[in-house]
């Protein structure tokens, strides 16, 4: 369905709500001078040093470790190999150095993170931090910037609605109306710096043109950095302090400047930028609802949409990086987005949906990754409550929205392309610890037979934990289904950092099922076709993304020749209700493909959490699972028992 109706939100005057609140003055951040040695030292040797001295902290932790006794997750039998090790997390991998010696932090919902903990080489997770564009002279704003030619008007339009398809659906920052307002000023006369709003409104434009360039032309073709990067760089210089006077126009910006930082895979400067964002909205009081009975419906609204904007990007970038959300939701009191009248009710109903999904996200980062879990039992309540929140939205879920396997056989709305990804993330992320301790159990029980013995993972789990597991498997397969499809419409960023960052997710998840589980010619075929969507995005420019390819192709390689083992899911033999998340159909395409379904949880308000995943019965079983969310499977872990499968294999032989 198209949004092109006319929004009551784009016929307003400027309003009083604009008018900027004075801030406190803080000091701007000025970058200091590094040290010079009276010895004239090589820069590189000095980095190398830091990288080296840190690899011998990583070995020397693992060393200490592997050198006291520790309980391994499945019990070794009498006549298992005793060459098998299970290495304790140490948390060094937690750190990742930075180009000029600092570190920062990487946690444990990141898939970057876990995708490390299982690379089989020596390599670090120092390219993840790398910026795509090396030179870093444009991060020093100038006394006097540069005008940079504008564009056409008519192409400035244009960019404005490509970067529309892709962010404007889903984050609310600027109207139509807006933007040809301030589109019309910034061509009429130049702005005076001396202006903030002045600055902020020039500041904005370019930044909708660096946005709608890199959506359109969608691949780095030449040396001065991706797509828009030209206008991203001249916009910074137009960008005011942060100790300025705050307004709703400076958070907008904000976000704009933090979600292409994100592209630029500038992770730490994305996260200051948007929690700067998230903080100046709070105090601006977007956060809560306005007692002002002079604020008109439209003001009103158009609070709400900045306020939930702002939330949603930042949610996203902190789960998905591993870092603590910056609010909480009790502290937020404001209405969800709502249809106004006049106004097409989809592009609410797309707001408010993805608006849910990312509360229930930050429940996710709280809830099953924060660093301090208080029990394994709380974190069985945790996830299967979310899960229940999951299955409750998809149902509540406008009917409109919802895609169904033929409508991938032709194009889709990006919108809709966008609410099914984070869908299928957020049961992702919240059954991903679930799925690691199946994946290292099977692994050590893989090293303890011979390579062509069968063997079922769903063993020894419990029904509940099994079919959450397969809701798991089965929303990467269906992301994947949908990423194949868009491609052919052109339809997938290749450096939007969402759609890289979900389709690393689902890739990440089904390598982890394939080089553990038994052969399953769907999973292994969805594999392929997610390392092939991550392969396109590589090779159109996106330096993250290739290296995210790179490692998942060498953790794949790692897979051994088994005996194949067709699960009878993988044939569609078995019913919705038995499967619990999706009817499986035949294949679309070369790809396989699901059907979009919710997740099938007790229907039952009486039945608790507790007695849906049988935690009675299973507390030390969750208790391992709570362990295993530290990821007990660095790439040592995976080493010894591949060695230890070699030997058993060759021994059999």
């Known amino acids: 369905m198209s949004l092109a109706k006319t929004s009551p939100f784009q016929r307003r005057p400027k309003l009083a709500t604009d008018v900027e609140v004075e801030r406190p003055s803080v000091p701007a951040h000025t970058p200091t001078r590094a040290l010079r040695a009276s010895t004239p030292v090589s820069h590189v040797s000095i980095l190398i040093l830091k990288r080296d001295y840190l690899h011998k902290l990583q070995v020397q932790a693992r060393n200490a470790q592997n050198a006291q006794p520790r309980r391994s997750f499945v019990p070794l039998s009498d006549g298992a190999s005793k060459?098998?090790?299970?290495?304790?997390?140490?948390g060094t991998d937690n750190w990742v150095p930075g180009r000029q010696g600092q570190y920062y932090y990487q946690g444990n919902s990141s898939s970057t993170y876990i995708a490390n903990r299982l690379n089989p080489t020596a390599e670090t997770l120092a390219w993840h931090m790398y910026p795509h564009y090396d030179d870093a002279s444009w991060l020093r704003r100038p006394s006097n910037p540069e005008m940079l030619p504008l564009p056409p008007v008519e192409f400035a339009k244009r960019l404005?609605?490509?970067?529309?398809?892709?962010?404007?659906?889903?984050?609310?920052?600027l109207t139509d109306q807006d933007f040809n307002q301030r589109l019309q000023r910034v061509f009429s006369r130049p702005p005076d710096v001396s202006n903030k709003e002045e600055c902020l409104i020039y500041c904005q434009v370019l930044l909708v043109f660096a946005m709608g360039q890199m959506y359109s032309v969608n691949q780095w073709t030449g040396n001065d950095g991706p797509p828009g990067f030209s206008y991203f760089k001249n916009a910074l210089e137009f960008l005011p302090n942060v100790h300025e006077d705050s307004?709703?126009?400076?958070?907008?910006?904000?976000?704009?400047?933090?979600?292409?930082?994100?592209?630029?895979?500038r992770r730490d400067a994305a996260y200051l930028y948007l929690g700067l964002a998230l903080r100046m909205a709070v105090s601006l009081g977007l956060h809560q609802e306005v007692t002002d009975q002079e604020l008109d419906s439209?003001?009103?609204?158009?609070?709400?949409r900045v306020w939930w904007s702002t939330y949603s990007l930042e949610r996203l970038l902190c789960v998905t990086s591993g870092h603590p959300i910056s609010i909480q939701d009790d502290d937020i009191d404001v209405k969800l987005p709502s249809a106004a009248e006049g106004e097409n009710p989809r592009l609410a109903d797309i707001l408010r949906c993805y608006t849910q999904l990312s509360r229930i996200l930050g429940r996710i980062g709280e809830e099953v990754y924060r660093r301090k879990q208080q029990s394994g039992t709380s974190l069985a309540a945790s996830i299967q409550d979310i899960m229940d929140n999951l299955s409750e939205w998809f149902r509540q879920m406008p009917a409109e929205l919802k895609l169904k396997p033929s409508d991938l056989e032709k194009e889709v709305s990006r919108e809709d392309v966008s609410l099914h990804l984070y869908y299928y993330q957020c049961i992702n992320l919240t059954v991903r610890p679930l799925l690691l301790y199946a994946v290292q159990r099977q692994m050590a029980a893989n090293a303890q037979r011979p390579a062509t013995a069968a063997s079922r993972w769903e063993d020894g789990l419990p029904a509940d934990m099994v079919s959450m597991i397969r809701a798991a498997i089965a929303?990467?397969?269906?992301?994947?289904?949908?990423?194949?499809?868009?491609?052919?419409?052109?339809?997938?960023?290749t450096y939007g950092f969402i759609?890289?960052?979900?389709?690393?997710?689902?890739?990440?998840?089904?390598?982890?099922?394939?080089?553990?589980?038994?052969?399953?010619?769907?999973?292994?075929?969805?594999?392929?076709?997610?390392?092939?969507?991550?392969?396109?995005?590589a090779e159109r420019g996106n330096q993250y993304i290739r290296a995210c390819h790179s490692l998942l192709t060498k953790i794949r390689d790692t897979i051994k020749s088994r005996t194949p083992v067709m699960d009878p899911v993988a044939d569609g033999l078995i019913s919705e209700q038995q499967q619990g998340h999706v009817i499986y159909q035949p294949t679309l395409g070369s790809f396989p493909q699901a059907n979009i379904m919710p997740i099938n949880m007790p229907d039952d308000p009486t039945v608790s959490a507790q007695a849906a995943v049988g935690m009675d019965d299973d507390v030390g079983l969750w208790s391992d699972v709570l362990d295993s969310i530290g990821i007990d499977m660095d790439r040592h872990?995976?080493?010894?028992?591949?060695?230890?499968?070699?030997?058993?294999?060759m021994e059999n032989n």
């Open 475 to 493: 929303a990467a397969r269906s992301s994947t289904s949908i990423l194949k499809a868009s491609t052919r419409y052109n339809l997938v960023a």
């Open 499 to 537: 759609d890289g960052e979900q389709a690393f997710s689902a890739a990440l998840l089904l390598v982890m099922v394939n080089i553990a589980f038994p052969y399953n010619e769907m999973d292994a075929s969805a594999m392929d076709t997610s390392l092939h969507v991550l392969q396109g995005m």
């Open 637 to 649: 872990w995976i080493e010894t028992a591949l060695i230890a499968e070699d030997n058993l294999a």
């Open 298 to 304: 439209f003001a009103r609204e158009r609070r709400r």
């Open 160 to 173: 404005y609605a490509a970067q529309h398809a892709y962010l404007g659906t889903i984050f609310n920052f």
């Open 247 to 265: 307004s709703v126009l400076f958070v907008e910006v904000m976000c704009y400047v933090g979600y292409y930082m994100q592209t630029l895979n």
């Open 83 to 90: 060459d098998v090790e299970f290495v304790a997390f140490t």
